[in-house]
């Protein structure tokens, strides 16, 4: 079992940074594939990056250059550095883990982070 704790969203103007936190706890955190997701009223939920076991990262098109996913293993805490912010990047924000980054389903969910970006 792991359980996920998001922190770190806000409101911020379009260009603006923000920095958002996932602590974890429970089972072998090292092991997992981790990942960032968000989505917006109306829309559908999409991975916006994901980090492996051994550090390797990917991202979606439209927050690469923007975003960066990093995690301390000895804090258990998984971070998305976003920066030029943009008011499409407006959502829910959702830390999640799966042993597969690759796979379609991702077991263990934070209750997500809210971020507003005003034009």
């Known amino acids: 079992q792991v359980q996920l704790v998001e922190s770190g969203g806000g409101s911020v103007q379009a260009g603006g940074s923000l920095r958002l936190s996932c602590a974890v706890s429970?089972?072998?955190?090292?092991?997992?594939?981790m990942g960032w997701f968000r989505q917006a009223p109306g829309k559908e939920r999409e991975v916006v990056a994901h980090?492996?076991?051994?550090?390797?990262?990917s991202y979606a098109d439209s927050v690469k250059g923007r975003f960066t996913i990093s995690k301390d293993n000895p804090k258990n805490t998984l971070y998305l550095q976003m920066n030029s912010l943009e008011p499409e990047d407006s959502a829910m924000y959702y830390c999640?883990?799966?042993?597969?980054?690759?796979?379609?389903?991702?077991?263990?969910w934070g209750q997500g982070t809210q971020v507003t970006v005003s034009s």
């Open positions: 999640a883990a799966t042993g597969d980054c690759y796979s379609d389903y991702w077991a263990y």
């Open positions: 429970g089972d072998t955190y090292g092991s997992y594939c």
């Open positions: 980090i492996d076991a051994a550090g390797w990262t």
